[in-house]
């Protein structure tokens, strides 16, 4: 009992001296911001009577060693005697601070964000309890969560490798404890959250529900990807602007939702600006794309009507967006028969599939794809003032010949329907919806 007694008193002792610790390093916080303030402003810190010193310090002005000069009132400051012949120092301005203000402190640096890191050494931890321990739901969730809370900082392969990698290892763990195949995946699909399931296209994803913040995160993930430094030129490079695009957003995102990310972020300034021409007109055919940015002048050449950059992303991400939606298809059916109910079958085909057809639908046409391209680049990147010295422009007059056969351009519209399945009629290609 005597022993116990003794334990308890130590450990009392123990947290009053960490309160104590706490409490003189808030204070020295205090007296360390006091100082500041004091030596950057005419402001004194003092306490009034009866106030608990550990609460805020009531702020009052420095007492004015100018004779005539009230102290309670605003500081006035008087410059010195002008030296100068001829000059009268009565006739000097006095500067008179507006009553109520005070400078303010220079701003306290900030330190840089903590950005998390994928912890190895916790990871082999866990998947070494997974394989010992009977029970082991919670480690698998551990597991996921260590994943998780790097994914809005990790490039998106990068991810998905982690996310292979552990599927790898739990299969064979769990094989290794004698579970069945079926039994297998079930319990790694308990450990993989929606998102990564589509990701690695994991065993049944297509009948997984995304959760609230997958679309948030994947967004923030691709607009991280692309502030990384090297990760886009200075120029514009359509092929780049293209292969930003070539993941799993474009069947989880609107198509303009992910140009937007792409062209337009706070990391990169913008290589593609629409330039108001002197006279108005219905028809915007005076786009840019910038081709070098050199000793502080930037050289633009036109892309009328941004005919290149629409043909560019055509070409880029429809073979692509066609291949993704056959994959996935197949994965649900196992074959890419068309079935005139194929969207009712299950989340994927309802939802993924659904938004990754509206936007090849785009895609496939060049008058649909090319005015969202004009009306995203003049909202959001019109050049602010026309004709400044540092911008350069190799024309900027109208294309008249694009102009005359712009009609024939804006009508080509690509049949996707026969590539995405491998077996559909006319009269079905006539009526899908």
Known sequence: MDERLANLEREVERLNNIIQTIGMINQMKLEMYRDIIELNTDIKLTRTTGVDPKKSPVIVPKKSSTPGVDPKKSPVIVPKKSSTPGVDPKKSPVIVPITGSSPSPPPLALPPPIIP????AKETDLILKISTNKNFSRNLMELQKLRTRVFTTTPLDTYKGICSSH????????????????KIETTVSRGLTSLEMRLIRYTNYFNTNLEPDDLKNLNANLIADISRPGSHKNVYDPSVISTSMMNYSIALLPLHANIQRVLFNEAHPATVIYNTPSKKTSDPYSFYTLTTDEDGVRSWTMDCRLE?????????????????????YCDVFGDNTYREDYKKRCILTE?????????????????SLNDMLRNLIKTNSTLADPGTKTDKFNITSDDNLQKRR?????????????QLFDSITPAQVASFK
């Not at 890191?117 to 190895?120: A, G, I, L, M, R």
């Not at 712009?406 to 026969?418: C, H, Q, S, V, Y």
């Open 117 to 120: 890191t994928f912890d190895s």
């Open 167 to 182: 599927v790898s290892q739990l299969t064979k763990i769990f094989k290794d404890k004698g579970f069945t195949d079926k």
């Open 308 to 328: 290149e950059m629409t043909l560019h992303l055509k070409n880029d991400l429809l073979p692509y967006c066609i291949s993704i939606f056959r994959e996935m």
């Open 351 to 367: 939802c993924d599939c659904e938004q990754l057809l509206g936007n090849m639908m785009i895609l496939a046409s060049n008058v």
């Open 406 to 418: 712009w009609k024939e351009f804006n009508a080509t519209n690509d049949d996707i329907l026969p």
